[in-house]
């Protein structure tokens, strides 16, 4: 594949450069903890090393790629994360859910409406990697909507971690077509509720939904990761 050249070239061939790695690594088609072969890439996309080392610093600065010594590896997600990694999102998500309906203007609203119905879309289209871009971006706008740059900030670093928590939750563990539909319905639901507090500046409801929402997200990543539980490994405790 080979970027086209022309007119403010470099700069069109850096972003193009940057979105196909991003997507790469958010679709571990860059295996998380590989070394990044960036000759293989220079040649796969057909641009010279300047661009592809561009992308490289913009994905450093994300925290999707990470330097190791002289070389350059995707940065990899660790099971010992996962604790620190929902505690921060859900905190996060709770306080930016809070802050956007408290601060949100007309025209952030609008867009926000607008990002949830192209998520919805992307549903009825059926590709994954729109699906979670959408997602991303449905949750992007809100972020900006509470104007407060250093927690949206950090809140989008996390969305990516999970853009890529959710694609591997995809590849492994149980993935029945009526679970998924089921998991799918309440992220619809989750989203229409959060807009729907954000629209009425109800940051009560909208930290409610936050939460909820954040615990559909773990719960399925642990019942991917883990499996579901089995009835003999459930315990009821009892009052005496």
């Given at each position: 594949m080979s970027l086209a050249l022309g007119s403010d070239a470099s700069v069109r061939n850096g972003d193009r450069v940057y979105e196909d790695l991003r997507q790469r690594i958010l679709s571990l088609d860059l295996v998380p903890g590989s070394v990044f072969d960036e000759a293989r890439i220079v040649s796969e996309l057909g641009v010279s090393r300047t661009p592809v080392r561009e992308a490289v610093i913009r994905l450093v600065s994300e925290g999707l790629l990470q330097r190791d010594g002289r070389q350059i590896r995707v940065s990899s997600f660790e099971v010992g994360q996962l604790r620190p990694f929902f505690e921060a999102n859900r905190l996060l998500s709770r306080s930016l859910h809070r802050l956007a309906a408290i601060r949100r203007s007309p025209a952030q609203l609008e867009r926000i409406n607008g990002e949830m119905h192209a998520f919805e879309k992307s549903l009825r289209d059926g590709n994954d990697a729109f699906m979670n871009e959408a997602n991303f971006r449905f949750h992007k706008e809100i972020a900006l909507a509470?104007?407060?740059?250093?927690?949206?900030?950090?809140?989008?670093?996390?969305?990516?971690?999970?853009?890529?928590?959710?694609?591997?939750?995809?590849?492994?563990?149980?993935?029945t077509t009526d679970q998924f539909e089921a998991h799918i319905a309440q992220i619809v639901t989750d989203?229409?509720?959060?807009?729907?507090?954000?629209?009425?500046?109800?940051?009560?409801?909208?930290?409610?939904?936050?939460?909820r929402h954040s615990d559909l997200f773990r719960e399925r990543v642990a019942r991917q990761l883990l499996g579901s539980p089995s009835p003999s490994a459930t315990v009821v405790l009892t009052d005496h």
């Open positions: 509470a104007d407060s740059s250093f927690l949206e900030q950090t809140y989008s670093e996390l969305q990516l971690e999970a853009m890529r928590l959710s694609r591997q939750c995809f590849e492994v563990g149980d993935n989203h229409r509720d959060l807009f729907k507090a954000i629209e009425q500046r109800n940051p009560d409801d909208a930290d409610a939904v936050a939460s």
